[in-house]
């Protein structure tokens, strides 16, 4: 099989064209015939060599993938070859094959390309796992979401959109903060010429925020405490802006303010498992529905990943940057 293999770490070139061994499914496993992978902000800082867990070379980096059940291992039910599936894995979908976990699969609802639905898995994951499972957003809430164009942050505003919360979002441009507002967000904030506190203050009549997603980190998390409301959730899932903070203890206290930091790659078998589950059980139907759906940017072809990484890295891109296997 065709893959993209990591040796170094480095700049986007130092990624290479490389033909590897098939793989081939263990217990519990299927083997996925991958039709497209979608990048993240991990992969590149794997790739730089700046990410938390160091990364074992060489590698094969990608956490998620769409394609067709190529086979099935032993211990294996509720699939089969053939399936239209997509997969959260904990690397290795940068290939034309990848094997994956039973348990991590999510069926492709027929409304779905299936290029398209690479785009999901690790979008769906985190938003399930921060919004609804940790910080419980309900119907009517308010939701602040940093980063509001990226891949997470507009799936993260349709999810509030179908669940009847609220939402508000961050982004840098004229044309991020249009998508923002295109895909529902109640109003979209300019974090170059805007003070996200005051904005959200005044349009939630003083407030605040119920639930914050932040990928931000230390230099956001003062403004982010001074924005959230009573009882407040912030669930930090990146730390792009530093990581180091000081959290301003009596003013958290005062409100009853909760902050949760998470991550989801190396998490273990058995929590992503639920993860997964949760997702096909409370989002997946708004999936299926065309309520929420993958937002992509911009497609290259495998051969090309050294110039999707380097498009990542100039951050003009609106939701999912998409890679194909095939042309």
């Not at 925020?209 to 409301?229: C, E, F, K, Q, T």
């Not at 949760?278 to 072809?301: E, K, N, T, Y």
Request: aromatic share 4%; hydrophobic share 45%; proline share 6%.
């Amino acid at each position: 099989m065709r893959a993209v293999v990591l040796d170094r770490t480095g700049e986007p070139e130092v990624l290479s064209l490389a033909g590897l061994a098939d793989p081939r499914p263990r217990a519990g496993e299927v083997v996925i015939d991958v039709h497209a992978t979608a990048l993240n902000f991990a992969d590149l800082l794997q790739r730089r060599g700046s990410y938390g867990t160091p990364t074992t070379l060489p590698a094969v980096l990608g956490i998620e993938c769409s394609g067709t059940i190529l086979e099935i291992g032993p211990d294996v039910a509720d699939w089969a070859v053939g399936d239209r599936v997509c997969a959260l894995v904990a690397g290795g979908a940068y290939a034309e094959r990848v094997c994956a976990p039973a348990t991590q699969l999510l069926p492709v609802p027929p409304i779905v390309d299936l290029v398209d639905a690479a785009a999901l898995p690790e979008a769906a994951c985190t938003v399930w796992s921060n919004l609804l499972d940790i910080s419980g957003l309900c119907a009517a809430e308010v939701l602040l979401v940093h980063g509001g164009a990226g891949g997470i942050g507009t799936f993260a505003i349709q999810t509030a959109r179908a669940l009847n919360a609220r939402v508000f979002a961050t982004a840098g441009s004229a044309d991020k903060l249009e998508r923002c507002v295109a895909l529902g967000a109640e109003r979209a904030i300019s974090y170059r010429t805007e003070d996200f506190v005051a904005v959200v203050k005044k349009e939630t009549g003083g407030r605040g925020a119920d639930v914050i997603l932040d990928n931000m980190g230390a230099s956001y998390l003062p403004r982010n405490i001074d924005a959230l409301a009573p009882d407040g959730r912030i669930a930090m899932i990146g730390l792009q802006s530093g990581r180091d903070g000081q959290i301003p203890l009596g003013k958290m206290m005062g409100k009853r303010g909760s902050l949760f930091t998470t991550s989801l790659r190396d998490r273990p078998l058995a929590a992503k498992a639920r993860i997964v589950s949760g997702v096909r059980r409370a989002l997946w139907p708004h999936v299926a529905a065309g309520r929420i759906s993958p937002v992509i940017d911009r497609m290259f072809p495998l051969d090309r990943m050294s110039d999707a990484h380097r498009y990542m890295e100039e951050g003009r891109h609106v939701g999912k940057i998409v890679v194909r296997m095939k042309d």
